[in-house]
């Protein structure tokens, strides 16, 4: 199992960004997948997750009207759209796999290299 996260920029306060993960090594399309992300000094937060057909999403309140989850299963690619960007979601982001087909709320540990989000005021 691989993951491959990029689009992780510095951006001003407002701003918007659109992060990628490229996943392969199992079948992507019949499992759920999450966002999780990671301050300096913190804990992983759970932000988002949506299921295996891409129907289903799920969001932290902290993120909610802001960020969109969405997957292409063609490409085996997971997406987190991030718009109106504050300086408290500055963290490392990165995907993760749930354990079956439906969203969950649950910050699973990293195994890529994720992609750093820095959000100046």
């Known amino acids: 199992v691989q993951f491959v996260e990029s689009g992780g920029d510095m951006v001003q306060s407002g701003g918007s960004l659109r992060l990628s993960c490229a996943a392969s090594g199992f079948t992507f399309s019949i499992y759920a997948m999450t966002w999780v992300r990671q301050a300096p000094g913190k804990g992983p937060e759970w932000v988002s997750s949506?299921?295996?057909?891409?129907?289903?999403?799920i969001y932290a309140d902290s993120v909610k009207g802001r960020f969109a989850i969405s997957r292409d299963n063609a490409k085996n690619t997971l997406y987190l759209q991030m718009n109106s960007l504050k300086p408290e979601d500055t963290a490392l982001y990165y995907c993760?796999?749930?354990?079956?087909?439906?969203?969950?709320?649950?910050?699973?540990?990293?195994w890529g290299q994720g992609t750093q989000v820095t959000v100046s005021s």
């Open positions: 949506i299921s295996a057909g891409g129907r289903y999403t």
């Open positions: 993760a796999r749930a354990s079956g087909s439906v969203p969950e709320s649950r910050a699973r540990p990293r």
